[in-house]
């Protein structure tokens, strides 16, 4: 079974940018992972931000982007808000099922 | 717009079968190709894969959850539906279902498992 790594947690500054990555134990993110990235908030469903690596859904800001960056598949916060505080989850498409991530804790602060 | 609810009982004892049901709105789970899944999220825990079945009805189960699994789709009420087998308080969870593409989820359902 693949293992899926995220940072386990990040900060940043009310409009500054991050960017959160998603990499494999199998070697490269491709395409062919279909990497989605979801936001949680505490008490709340995940909601889906970006899938098939940078496809947005209606309600993704656009300050929310999704790309494949040196290997792992990326998720860049470009003019951060307070309330895009939240846990930000990936997940990769391997052997025609879905492996998680541990889950991005991201403080705006 | 495509709406998901998962229902079921809150409470399942051990060695017992938990059973829960996503009823689907906006969308027929006979057409189009989507996966519909569940996942799940103990508490203090990270997101968990359990499964998906495709609208052709070909299913994909977490390796580690396969030999008590059993996804299902009901085309006549517009339902999917999961079975875990053998529960024992690890699968304590609050339960989502949801349908991929794009992303679309339920609003998650807290299943206790405790006699």
């Known amino acids: 079974q693949a293992v899926v790594t995220q940072e386990s947690s990040l900060t940043v500054s009310p409009g500054g940018t991050v960017t959160l990555t998603c990499g494999s134990s199998?070697?490269?993110?491709?395409?062919?992972?279909?990497p989605y990235w979801l936001q949680q908030k505490p008490g709340q469903a995940p909601r889906t931000l970006i899938y098939d690596t940078n496809n947005k859904l209606s309600w993704t800001p656009a300050r929310f982007s999704g790309s494949l960056l040196g290997g792992k598949a990326a998720l860049t916060l470009s003019g951060a808000q307070p309330e895009d505080e939240a846990e930000f989850h990936c997940?990769?498409?391997?052997?025609?099922?879905?492996?998680f991530g541990g889950g991005t804790k991201l403080t705006v602060l | 717009q495509v709406q998901l609810q998962e229902s079921g009982p809150g409470l399942v004892k051990p060695s017992q079968t938990l059973s829960l049901t996503c009823t689907v709105s906006?969308?027929?789970?006979?057409?189009?190709?989507?996966?519909w899944s569940w996942i799940r999220r103990p508490a203090g825990k990270g997101l968990e894969y359990i499964g998906r079945i495709h609208t052709s009805g070909s299913t994909n189960y977490n390796p580690s959850l396969k030999s008590r699994v059993t996804i299902s789709l009901d085309t006549s009420k517009n339902q999917f539906s999961l079975q875990l087998s053998s529960v024992t308080a690890a699968d304590t969870a609050v339960y989502y279902c949801?349908?991929?593409?794009?992303?679309?989820w339920g609003q998650g359902t807290l299943v206790t498992v405790s006699s």
């Open positions: 949801a349908r991929l593409p794009p992303g679309y």
């Open positions: 997940f990769l498409t391997h052997n025609g099922g879905c492996v």
């Open positions: 199998t070697g490269d993110v491709t395409s062919y992972h279909y």
């Open positions: 906006g969308d027929s789970i006979s057409s189009g190709r989507y996966f």
